[in-house]
């Protein structure tokens, strides 16, 4: 497992700054963090190692529970533990999104922001080629484009400071338990991972079996085949898209204290594909800071279509109060500022 990491996440990358593991108590992150530290201790560096556990009060005692053992685990192996607590239900109830996705976003939210006062620039975080597999294909069920079907990228900004950065990506589960079992490693196992009420737990329990015995049993195989093709696509969309950005004169303006903008030349858009139109229209509204999960396909593709039109006559309101309109040879989006 180790050499597994080192191949993935070369420690000359990581070893002499700061890495915070996310640890759950489960197979995967106690996999994680015992490699991480197998491997510094063999590499050295300046760096330090230290453990982040997200308490997110959703099972009782069994989640303070599993805060201890994360505690006691640490302790025994010299590593210092920071527990963060969580109010995802309360989140989920607020904002009307459903618990899953809720305590998703708190727990980006908390990990991220210990990392950054804690100096890491690291955050390591326990996916594995199983977690890739059940993404990819819950995405492919919920209609997703390329972007989504190129799966879990093996790291990420979250912030200026802080790279997430995933070096159990191209591990698959069953090696993590049998290298925690040559360790005599013991973990925690959720019980919540095996409630059908969650949709990712359908897809990992019930879809996938049904899958690998009735229609492929090299299914896991095809879908990560299908994710490095997409991601191989969405890598040259995205450079053909900033090479039209390139040529689109885009500019952000405030046209007066409640209001931000931005313009871009329409001749541009207006001779590129569709497809790289749509791209570079997702790249500037990201760069804005825009809300893209209400973004659906149809509504790239309207946007896309307003940008390859003259319509001054038209305008689009879009989500996150954006509207989007043709004036003078520009693209104009507009929304209240902040």
């Known amino acids: 497992m180790p050499q597994a990491l080192c191949k993935a996440w070369p420690p000359a990358i990581w070893r002499d700054i700061h890495v915070a593991v996310a640890i759950s108590g489960g197979c995967d992150s106690t996999a994680l963090l015992r490699a991480l530290l197998q491997v510094k201790a063999e590499c050295g560096g300046n760096g330090s190692i230290f453990a982040l556990h997200v308490n997110h009060q959703l099972r009782g005692d069994e989640s ?52 950054e006062q804690a100096g890491a620039r690291y955050l390591a975080i326990a996916h594995t080629q199983n977690d890739q597999v059940e993404t ?22 979250l912030t200026s400071s802080v790279t997430l950065a995933r070096p159990l990506l191209d591990c698959c589960r069953a090696d993590l338990a049998s290298y925690l079992a040559s360790l005599g490693q013991s973990y925690r196992n959720d019980g919540s991972n095996s409630e059908r009420r969650f949709a990712r737990n359908r897809v990992r329990h019930d879809l996938l079996p049904k899958l690998r015995e009735d229609f492929n049993p090299d299914v896991d195989a095809a879908l990560l085949r299908l994710a490095t093709q997409a991601d191989d696509v969405q890598q040259y969309l995205e450079s053909q898209a900033q090479e039209l950005l390139g040529r689109c004169d885009v500019r952000r303006t405030s046209p007066d204290a409640s ?69 003078a040879g520009l693209l104009v989006l507009q929304w209240q500022a902040e």
Not at 88 to 100: C, K
Not at 310 to 325: E, K
Request: with cysteine; proline share 5%.
């Open 259 to 327: 209001r931000a903008q931005i313009s871009l030349a329409l001749l541009p858009l207006s001779e590129g594909p569709s497809v790289v139109v749509c791209e570079a229209l997702r790249i500037v509204w990201r760069s804005a800071g825009l809300p893209e999960q209400a973004m659906t396909y149809g509504k790239w593709h309207q946007l896309a279509q307003l940008a390859k039109s003259d319509d001054d006559s038209t305008v689009l309101n879009l989500p996150g109060g954006v509207q989007a309109r043709v004036s």
């Open 64 to 115: 303070d529970q599993d805060a201890e053992w994360c505690q006691q685990q640490c302790d025994l192996l010299g590593v210092p533990l920071t527990i963060l607590r969580g109010t995802a239900a309360e989140r989920a109830e607020a904002d009307g999104d459903g618990l899953e996705a809720a305590a998703r976003a708190e727990r980006y939210e908390l990990l991220t922001t210990a990392a």
């Open 136 to 157: 990819v294909l819950f995405r492919l069920l919920r209609g997703s484009g390329l972007r989504g079907l190129a799966g879990i990228p093996h790291t990420r900004p």
